[in-house]
């Protein structure tokens, strides 16, 4: 099986996709519809949606997709959190491959096939692809260029390459169940980076993560500032609790972000002299400089109410996840107890809606 081939049904894995959900009433329709609507045979893989104690009609449209299609199972996620979604889904699935779907995402029609095909033509333990950001008006597009531009998200290779190679972490992933057997499921104790977590106890035990551009999935991104603050200062906060008990996640490009927010005091008190404004006002001139030729490039084929909305939109990003990095710092100074203990094993028993 090599990857692009079709799946037939006589050799097709049996793929549980699992998705954990909460609130998602404006995305979860049209993401159940790229799942259901796979080139994948379709007696070949089932649906299991962990909602999390939904208050909107998220639930509501679940139950009725799961009654015109039987391959959609509904259950309950009392822990809310992502992770313990994911965990009580897989734990209630039955498929020797398990593939990750997100509530306010879309696959392409070929996801699974080319995912299975790729996952077992590479003898990777985990396979994913693009995550392709898309917006609304002119601050989401804005956001969703910053999010995949190298400037905007360093390392996250998995935004914008376009080359297959291996990996850290990719972008949900399709994962061997095997992986899960090997190594537990995913640790609760490390939102929002449970599944960088995960995939680092995969390749320590020899396992591939591995990413190919050819598997493409839409990704509706936040649509305001201080949404996508609260995001990336989530994503610093979480890299630092993850670095508690695993200090290999940390890459020397995780430390850009926080070296520029501990910059901005030493650069407050600078202004206080003539010659240390100047350096100052020359630092906040180059990094200004690199925003601005970072949001040309990223939005080259945006307009230019999307394209001036870019910059500030890098600023939120290096700004909240530093703050968060450093929030993580300063839990771990004080010895903050973050969970922990050894991840869930299969298997874990679901609560049925």
Request: contains cysteine.
């Amino acid at each position: 099986m090599s990857p692009g081939t079709r799946i037939e049904a006589s050799d097709a894995p049996f793929v549980s996709v699992v998705l954990p959900v909460l609130d998602e009433e404006r995305h979860i329709g049209a993401c159940l519809r790229s799942v259901l609507e796979q080139d994948y045979p379709r007696d070949r893989y089932e649906v299991i949606v962990a909602d999390g104690g939904s208050t909107d009609r998220t639930r509501d449209i679940i139950s009725a997709i799961a009654a015109g299609d039987s391959r959609v199972r509904l259950i309950a996620n009392p822990g809310r959190l992502q992770a313990a979604g994911l965990n009580l889904a897989i734990a209630a699935s039955r498929g020797d491959v398990i593939a990750r779907q997100d509530g306010h995402a879309e696959w392409a029609p070929d996801h699974l096939s080319k995912s299975v095909a790729l996952l077992f033509s590479s003898g990777a333990d985990n396979v994913g692809g693009r995550q392709d950001a898309v917006g609304d008006g002119a601050s989401g597009r804005a956001i969703a260029c910053a999010m995949t531009s190298p400037f905007g998200v360093g390392g996250a290779r998995f935004r914008y390459s376009e080359r297959e190679e291996e990996m850290a972490t990719v972008f949900l992933g399709t994962f061997r169940r095997s992986a899960f057997e090997r190594v537990g499921l995913f640790d609760e104790a490390y939102p929002p980076h449970e599944d960088y977590e995960l995939n680092e106890r995969i390749r320590a035990t020899g396992g591939r993560i591995l990413f190919s551009p050819d598997i493409r999935t839409t990704y509706h991104v936040r649509s305001g500032r201080q949404s996508l603050g609260r995001q990336y200062f989530r994503y610093g906060r979480g890299k630092v609790r993850v670095a508690r008990s695993n200090p290999r996640v940390i890459r020397p490009y995780h430390l850009v972000a926080p070296a520029f927010v501990a910059g901005l005091p030493v650069a407050a008190a600078m202004i206080l002299t003539g010659r240390g404004r100047r350096l100052a006002l020359a630092g906040a001139a180059v990094y200004g400089g690199a925003c601005v030729i970072a949001a040309q490039l990223s939005g080259r084929d945006e307009r230019l109410v999307v394209r001036a909305r870019i910059p500030a939109a890098f600023v939120v990003m290096h700004a909240a996840w530093g703050a968060g990095f450093w929030a993580g710092v300063m839990e771990a100074a004080r010895g903050t107890e973050t969970g922990g203990g050894a991840p869930p094993e299969l298997p874990v028993q679901p609560t049925t809606v």
